[in-house]
């Protein structure tokens, strides 16, 4: 949710930033700017749209300048303008600063400011923080300035600030959203994620919840939430850069889906050994396994749903009850777990605010937590008790894909560890397991086929996603899919509910994606399959290879899953491709859909 770069070293700052806003403009794309801090002041450039636009209107900045800051934006106060794009100023325009987050008692703020004679331009909350900075002498003296603002400001925000005549410093203040400092040589970088700034070091500090960071070309200064000086320990990232461009691929969520087999050979890497699961390359203790009586998953969008399917598996492999819930509810619904609930937050970014905010709720409540992430150092990853990194890579698209499938790779592996550890091993499904990558790939070889079904289902301003037990969580995720890039209107049904209401939709040529996989609840799905196409609808069957008789012509496609219980992987497959292809033939913008952002740092 906005993404924020700085630089401050002894080479020209304005290819570097624009290029770590490419890099972060997963995190939104509905403006872009830069600050640089010029000899005669702070020269800025900002504009509506994406930073491809923004790079139209840097002729006019100063060269060689070292010191800078931007912004892409996924805006929350204030409709995507110029005049709202950031970074935002003063009213003499020296100062200049960048904000990731809200800022929540801005309104007070604001009509203070305005008394005190400063004169603002936009609508967005952001803007007081320059008037503050100039209000508490941040011309003169920016660091100072900061300290006294960050005690004004509520909210979970990240901001970045510079100053006219202070060209040797950015001001880094983190509240909540991420920020991380990367260290170079005779340069630091600044940004809200670490593929900013890859090309130039992979070495980087992570600023804790609180943090204040004064840096420069040489030096870096932290300062915890009581004020008090601190080093933070620099980490090593191991991402390459080239995972995260697009590498031939027309799109980024092309590219990812396509790499799936190969980040779940790496999710499972060294975590099964023989028969059995290695817990502890998961993050967890043994000992643990045996102790946790139910589970809570909670969890956002794509990670809600391979939550759907997690509960499934261990419900039906460990026999422990398992809740999922959305975490923009659970945090205030007031939830009453059991004890002995393992609260397990899962989330790709492991910046994602609800999600973050529920793992607290339960910190607080002293249960335990674990979080299941692809973001190595990420605030969710921890704030966990423990952590499981899913290792698909960095996943640029704002629709989740590898992500999605590795996550739920990971809820199988706990499934069957906590299986065994309760005596119901299943050194089976274990071995299975192993094989997904292979049976990933020799479905790609085929996949082209699906372009078809996607061009005509890009035809239809609505569909709907059918499936029963398992089949209906991975519907769950084939319908936000096919919404998010295509816009087509599509909702997910379990199969059996449809004519409870929703069957009066069903009129002529409707199309519905049909998803069966599970051998044991075939009859019934494929009755529901049979009202439907009484009423006309057109059927997209997504089926396993055990299935192909009863399907005929109205399979578009088979996995050949195992097992039942991991076909959810395999299957997901063919819906991001219906999505993709149905997207692209509709012309719209895949990797960056209208309204989203990659990372949904505010709640
Ligand atoms: C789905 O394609 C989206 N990108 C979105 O639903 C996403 O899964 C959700 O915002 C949660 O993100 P997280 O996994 O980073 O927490």
Redesign the pocket.
């Known amino acids: 949710m906005c993404g924020i770069v700085g630089y401050v070293g002894d080479q020209d700052a304005l290819p570097i930033l624009v290029r770590g806003l490419k890099r972060l403009e997963y995190r939104g794309y509905d403006s872009a700017g830069v600050a640089l801090v010029a000899p005669a002041g702070v020269a800025l450039a900002k504009s509506q749209g994406k930073v491809s636009i923004l790079e139209t209107r840097l002729n006019l900045l100063p060269d060689s300048t070292p010191c800078g800051i931007a912004h892409t934006r996924w805006a929350t106060h204030g409709a995507p303008t110029d005049e709202n794009a950031h970074p935002h100023s003063d009213c003499s325009g020296q100062i200049a600063v960048v904000h990731n987050g809200i800022v929540e008692n801005y309104a007070d703020l604001r009509q203070e400011l305005i008394a005190k004679g400063h004169h603002f331009i936009s609508e967005t909350d952001s803007e007081v923080i320059p008037h503050l900075l100039e209000e508490y002498g941040g011309t003169e003296d920016l660091l100072t300035a900061a300290q006294k603002t960050e005690l004004r400001l509520q909210g979970a925000y990240a901001f970045l600030a510079v100053a006219a005549g202070q060209p040797d410093l950015v001001v880094a203040v983190r509240r909540a959203s991420p920020l991380i400092i990367g260290l170079g040589e005779r340069a630091n970088y600044i940004a809200s994620d670490f593929s900013a700034f890859l090309d130039d070091t992979h070495r980087a500090l992570i600023l804790e919840n609180g943090d204040m960071a004064a840096v420069s070309a040489r030096a870096v200064q932290v300062w915890d939430a009581a004020g008090d000086a601190v080093e933070r320990e620099p980490l090593v990232i191991n991402w390459d850069i080239r995972q995260a461009e697009r590498g031939g691929y027309a799109h980024f969520m092309l590219k990812e889906i396509m790499e799936q087999p190969e980040a779940w050979a790496d999710c499972l890497l060294g975590r099964i050994q023989g028969d059995g699961i290695q817990v502890e390359s998961m993050g967890l203790l043994s000992e643990n396994l045996t102790r946790w009586r139910r589970v809570q998953i909670v ?5 809600y749903h391979a939550g759907l399917v997690g509960k499934a598996l261990i419900e039906n492999l460990a026999g422990i009850p398992v809740d999922v819930d959305v975490a923009s509810e659970f945090r205030y619904r007031h939830p009453l777990l059991f004890p002995e609930t393992l609260v397990l937050a ?7 605010a609800d ?1 973050l905010a529920s793992l607290y709720l339960a910190k607080e409540q002293g249960f335990p937590t674990y979080a299941i992430t692809n973001s190595v150092g990420s605030t969710l990853a921890r704030e966990a008790d423990a952590a499981g990194y899913t290792y698909a890579g960095p996943e640029i698209a ?3 894909t590898k ?1 999605y499938t590795t996550q739920i790779l990971m809820l199988s592996l706990l499934a069957l560890a906590l299986a065994a550890a309760r005596g119901r091993a299943r050194p089976d499904l274990v071995r299975q397991l192993a094989l997904l990558p292979a049976l990933g790939e020799e479905w790609l070889e085929e996949s082209e086929s699906l372009r078809d079904h996607a061009e005509r289902l890009a035809k239809s301003d609505q569909m709907f996603y059918i499936g029963r037990g398992i089949d209906y969580a991975v519907a769950m995720e084939g319908q ?2 096919m919404k ?1 890039i295509s816009y087509i209107h599509a909702e997910a049904y379990p199969a059996g509910e449809l004519k409870h209401g929703t069957l009066a939709l069903i009129t002529s040529g409707v199309p519905v994606v049909a998803i069966a996989t599970q051998p044991d609840l075939a009859i019934k799905l494929w009755s529901n399959v049979a009202e439907v196409k009484a009423r006309g609808a057109s059927i997209y069957g997504v089926i396993d290879h055990s299935q192909r008789r009863a399907w005929g012509e109205d399979a578009i496609t088979e996995v050949r899953s195992p097992s039942p219980f991991l076909a959810p992987v395999l299957a997901a497959m063919p819906l991001q491709l219906l999505a993709y292809w149905a997207a692209v033939a509709r012309g719209e913008d895949v990797d960056k859909p209208r309204n ?1 952002a ?3 740092t505010v709640e």
């Not at 969890?299 to 990670?303: D, E, I, L, N, V």
């Not at 899962?346 to 994602?352: I, K, L, M, N, P």
């Open positions: 969890a956002a969008g794509t990670a899962v989330s790709q970014s492991g910046e994602t999600t704002v629709a989740s992500a936000l899919k998010e989203l990659k990372s949904v």
